[in-house]
């Protein structure tokens, strides 16, 4: 059974920066497509980008040329790094396959932009 476990969320100041990981298990991690969610309070859950088993990525726009997404293969985690945080990244924020989520999710990391 697949089991995805975030880290590394926080408060952080507008402009700041959070390195956020996410360690996947029960799965074959190199041949799928991992993606980072994020849901800010009171809304659904949306998609922030995602990278390919060969390492190409994808950025919504509005996260586009701030946030990175990587993947280590050999330790079965993928990373997202968030640069020039605005208010509005305000999220509780998971990783999932991509396009299919699984079903199961993990509990997700908090994070927390103050201006």
């Known amino acids: 059974q697949v089991h995805f476990v975030e880290s590394g969320g926080g408060l952080v100041q507008v402009g700041g920066s959070l390195r956020l990981s996410c360690q996947a298990s029960?799965?074959?991690?190199?041949?799928?497509?991992m993606a980072w969610y994020r849901q800010a309070p009171g809304k659904q859950r949306v998609l922030v980008g995602f990278?390919?088993?060969?390492?190409?990525?994808y950025y919504v726009s509005s996260v586009k040329g701030r946030f990175t997404i990587s993947r280590d293969n050999a330790m079965n985690t993928v990373y997202l790094q968030m640069n020039s945080l605005e208010p509005e990244d305000t999220a509780a924020y998971y990783c999932?396959?991509?396009?299919?989520?699984?079903?199961?999710w993990g509990q997700g990391t908090q994070v927390t932009v103050s201006s």
């Open positions: 999932n396959y991509y396009p299919s989520a699984a079903g199961s």
């Open positions: 029960g799965i074959t991690f190199s041949r799928n497509v």
């Open positions: 990278i390919s088993t060969g390492g190409t990525t």
